[in-house]
């Protein structure tokens, strides 16, 4: 097999990770015989500060010219301190999603037992968890119209659904649920939201075709709190944009930290495949990010993008292993690591590619 992937490390700690998660997909290439032809782009604040853009013209024909993109993290605190910025960082995120039709974002939380006691939560909650989300990815407020007005004492964030949106996402999500526990959890806000109510109604009517798919509908705010009372009740979880991303960040403590979390934005071209983590600046540069998100999103690509199911299993495999031989980051590590089984970035991927020969 024979693809074009594009790398774009992004910013901060993308930079170290991303790297990792290229080498993962080179020996996969070795080993199983493929062709991957490689190309590099920038976006987010380095490209801001390189082109004033953080999506630059090249970086989205690259994209576009692709079969799938490898993602690092895009932001800088540059821009979380001031609000007033006109070219952000995360503008280029946006608008390469709504370029690339990316309406949906798989994220599987993917629970390894050697982390039970790294999470906050208790093991005997956790033990058997295997969910994942289904969040819409170009409607919702992030999209909508924004408003200030002058005096800069009013603002406003426009929350809006196309039922066109809601369908295709909701179809693949209940062909997901086809494939695993045959359960699916729509979770919206439709007792006050009337985005919700239209979500709700599609989700209702679309659930008729899938009758061998248990279908269960819940508030956010109780979806919140059954997230980590009792995870192992989710399967197959659906929902908007604005609430995918709350519910997705919470469930990473249930994975132990955001370092162990990858994601796939897809739609009906090139895939996305990028660690839910940010670009941690504070550690940027210090060899100490966990590279095991961007490795797991590799593996992701290879099975959602191209198929390769064998493949991909070998890296989650590899990812696997060399945690039961109690290898760990800084953020999974607990009081039982030995220090010198802690590593740092680099470190802890050269212990999945030799798990991976």
């Known amino acids: 097999m024979k693809k074009n992937i594009l790398i774009i490390p992004g910013d901060g700690i993308g930079q170290e990770v991303t790297a990792w998660g290229k080498e993962v997909l080179v020996k996969i290439a070795e080993q199983f015989g493929h062709e991957f032809v490689f190309e590099d782009a920038i976006m987010g604040h380095t490209a801001i500060e390189a082109t004033g853009n953080p999506l630059p013209d090249e970086t989205l024909e690259k994209a576009k010219a692709s079969d799938a993109i490898l993602f690092g993290a895009i932001g800088h605190a540059k821009y979380d301190n001031d609000p007033s910025a006109k070219v952000r960082p995360e503008q280029g995120l946006l608008k390469i999603r709504k370029e690339l039709g990316l309406y949906a974002n798989l994220r599987p939380i993917l629970l390894f037992d050697e982390l039970l006691d790294a999470s906050s939560l ?138 162990m979390l990858a994601s796939a934005s897809i739609g009906d071209g090139t895939g996305f495949f990028e660690p839910i983590h940010g670009s941690a600046h504070d550690i940027a540069g210090q060899d100490k990010a966990n590279p095991l998100a961007s490795i797991l999103s590799a593996a992701l690509m290879l099975d959602i993008a191209f198929g390769l199911q064998d493949e991909a299993k070998a890296v989650t495999d590899a990812v696997d292993k060399t945690l039961k031989a109690g290898w760990r980051t800084s953020d999974i590590a607990d009081k039982t690591t030995p220090a010198d089984h802690i590593l740092g970035t680099a470190a802890m991927g050269a212990k999945v590619l030799a798990f991976l020969k």
């Open 122 to 259: 208790k093991p005997e909650i956790l033990r058997g968890t295997d969910i994942l989300f289904f969040r819409e990815l170009t409607g919702d407020v992030y999209f909508g119209e924004k408003l200030r007005n002058q005096d800069n004492t009013f603002a406003s964030d426009l929350m809006n659904y196309h039922r066109y949106e809601v369908e295709r996402i909701t179809r693949k999500a209940y062909e997901a649920a086809q494939t695993r526990g045959k359960r699916l959890c729509s979770v919206d806000k439709a007792n006050v939201l009337e985005t919700s109510r239209l979500w709700r109604e599609v989700v209702q009517e679309i659930a008729a075709e899938y009758p061998d798919v248990e279908t269960e509908h819940m508030f956010i705010d109780n979806a919140a709190m059954q997230l980590v009372k009792n995870p192992k009740k989710f399967d197959v979880v659906l929902t908007a944009n604005l609430f995918g991303d709350i519910l997705t960040d919470e469930a990473s403590q249930i994975a132990g930290s955001m370092g």
